[in-house]
């Protein structure tokens, strides 16, 4: 019997793991010659408050810059802190971080900086950091000490896709807590700071909560406390003050619609082949094609949260869409979806009778009508008697 050169064993035949595939997708839609954009806490919420947007799920997800791409699609927005306030941002982070943490520190009690570790983070890319990071909360829990994680990393899963955030730190206690501390440049004046400036930096602190869950989860006696430390300068000065923040209803709430996200890959297979949204090889008509083949859910509330918001407002004008008066005034119209139908409805030209929004719209348009007659009838009358005078 002749044995020929590829006579051997039996190999089964190698394949791609799937995260490989989805990788090698994201580089595709990302354009292969572009650094991917990472995700922050800050992106990360604002996608858990619009998790029916496929088209922001799919950009973040790749690590597009948006930014450039609102810019090349003619409608650049605002969006984002100033190079001034970011860089007030550090100075003051600096300031509550130096020495050892020794004011940070002082906020939690503690007087003696030689009492709390401060352990070396340092590693190879954002997973070594992150592996790093659970290796030395789970070190610090079992010794029953203070220590103080200066910009730990940790690891979060979004719609099937490995996401890494870096908050400013977090204070492990000795009983096993762990304790979030967001750093923030907005003053605090006589105890108290800006409702949306806080409600933000809440909802920021949130997914740095959910992404401990999951360490403290394999983490023998360890525990993340809801209550995250908020530092802010104090008043008009630059001396750092803290306030305990209750974050338990924002977790709840970014859990929940973090789990409603559709994942990455369905969202990449379900558009048209040869779609990329490489800002530096295409022109912005390509752009403006390739961002239309991703359904987006435009709100009022993108304006503060998402860089594509003035694209895609225009978009949802053009299209006549009531998302643009608000989510709370598109759940009332139920499957009322355009302003044209919503006139025709309410003018009896369309429309199912028996549908409870449809009859409100008409009952609504009754009362304005009779509103306006009974208006102008009184303003005849005030006219009539000034003749008479």
């Given at each position: 019997?002749?044995?020929?050169?590829?006579s051997?064993?039996?190999?089964?035949?190698?394949?791609?793991?799937?995260?490989?595939?989805?990788?090698?997708?994201?580089?595709?839609?990302?354009?292969?010659?572009?650094?991917?954009?990472?995700?922050?806490?800050?992106?990360?919420?604002?996608?858990?408050?619009?998790?029916?947007?496929?088209?922001?799920?799919?950009?973040?997800?790749?690590?597009?810059?948006?930014?450039?791409?609102?810019?090349?699609?003619?409608?650049?927005?605002?969006?984002?802190?100033?190079?001034?306030?970011?860089?007030r941002?550090?100075?003051?982070?600096?300031?509550?971080?130096?020495?050892?943490?020794?004011?940070?520190?002082?906020?939690?009690?503690?007087?003696?900086?030689?009492?709390?570790?401060?352990?070396?983070?340092?590693?190879?890319?954002?997973?070594?950091?992150?592996?790093?990071?659970?290796?030395?909360?789970?070190?610090?829990?079992?010794?029953?000490?203070?220590?103080?994680?200066?910009?730990?990393?940790?690891?979060?899963?979004?719609?099937?896709?490995?996401?890494y955030?870096?908050?400013?730190?977090?204070?492990v206690?000795?009983?096993?807590?762990?304790?979030?501390?967001?750093?923030k440049?907005?003053?605090?004046?006589?105890?108290?700071?800006?409702?949306?400036?806080?409600?933000?930096?809440a909802?920021?602190?949130?997914?740095?909560?959910?992404?401990?869950?999951?360490?403290?989860?394999?983490?023998?006696?360890?525990?993340?406390?809801?209550?995250?430390?908020?530092?802010?300068?104090?008043?008009?000065?630059?001396?750092?003050?803290?306030?305990?923040?209750?974050?338990r209803?924002?977790?709840?709430?970014?859990?929940?619609?973090l789990?409603?996200?559709?994942?990455?890959?369905?969202?990449?297979?379900?558009?048209?082949?040869?779609?990329?949204?490489?800002?530096?090889?295409?022109?912005?008509?390509?752009?403006?094609?390739?961002?239309?083949?991703?359904?987006?859910a435009?709100?009022?509330?993108?304006?503060?949260?998402?860089?594509?918001?003035?694209?895609?407002?225009?978009?949802?004008?053009?299209?006549d869409?009531?998302?643009?008066?608000?989510?709370s005034?598109?759940?009332?119209?139920?499957?009322?979806?355009?302003?044209?139908a919503?006139?025709?409805?309410?003018?009896?030209e369309?429309?199912?009778?028996?549908?409870?929004?449809?009859?409100?719209?008409?009952?609504?348009?009754?009362?304005?009508?009779?509103?306006?007659?009974?208006a102008?009838?009184?303003?005849?009358?005030v006219?009539?008697?000034?003749?008479?005078?």
């Amino acid at each position: 019997m002749s044995a020929s050169l590829d006579s051997g064993p039996h190999r089964p035949p190698q394949t791609t793991p799937p995260q490989t595939t989805l990788r090698h997708r994201l580089a595709e839609l990302r354009g292969p010659a572009t650094v991917p954009r990472p995700l922050d806490a800050r992106a990360l919420a604002a996608l858990a408050a619009n998790p029916g947007c496929r088209r922001r799920a799919i950009l973040d997800g790749a690590g597009v810059d948006k930014t450039a791409l609102a810019a090349k699609l003619g409608a650049p927005s605002s969006f984002g802190q100033s190079q001034y306030a970011i860089a007030r941002g550090n100075a003051f982070e600096a300031k509550v971080k130096a020495d050892g943490g020794r004011e940070l520190l002082a906020l939690l009690g503690i007087t003696e900086p030689g009492t709390v570790d401060v352990p070396e983070l340092a590693a190879a890319g954002p997973e070594g950091r992150a592996a790093r990071t659970a290796l030395t909360l789970r070190e610090a829990t079992a010794a029953g000490r203070w220590a103080l994680l200066d910009h730990p990393m940790l690891a979060l899963e979004v719609a099937g896709s490995p996401v890494y955030l870096e908050p400013d730190a977090v204070v492990v206690h000795p009983d096993g807590r762990w304790t979030v501390v967001e750093i923030k440049s907005f003053p605090m004046i006589d105890g108290a700071a800006d409702a949306s400036k806080v409600g933000a930096a809440a909802r920021q602190a949130a997914v740095y909560v959910l992404a401990l869950d999951r360490i403290a989860a394999h983490t023998e006696g360890a525990t993340v406390a809801h209550r995250v430390l908020l530092v802010c300068p104090k008043d008009f000065s630059n001396l750092p003050t803290g306030s305990a923040v209750d974050v338990r209803k924002q977790v709840a709430v970014t859990r929940r619609q973090l789990a409603r996200l559709t994942r990455i890959e369905e969202i990449a297979d379900a558009l048209p082949e040869g779609v990329t949204f490489d800002v530096a090889e295409c022109s912005a008509e390509q752009l403006a094609s390739a961002v239309e083949c991703v359904p987006h859910a435009y709100a009022p509330e993108c304006l503060s949260a998402c860089e594509l918001a003035f694209h895609c407002r225009t978009r949802a004008r053009a299209a006549d869409a009531v998302t643009t008066l608000g989510r709370s005034v598109r759940g009332e119209l139920g499957c009322l979806t355009t302003i044209g139908a919503v006139l025709a409805a309410a003018r009896g030209e369309s429309g199912d009778p028996d549908d409870p929004a449809v009859d409100a719209l008409r009952r609504a348009r009754a009362l304005r009508a009779e509103a306006l007659e009974a208006a102008a009838g009184g303003a005849g009358a005030v006219a009539e008697v000034s003749a008479c005078r």
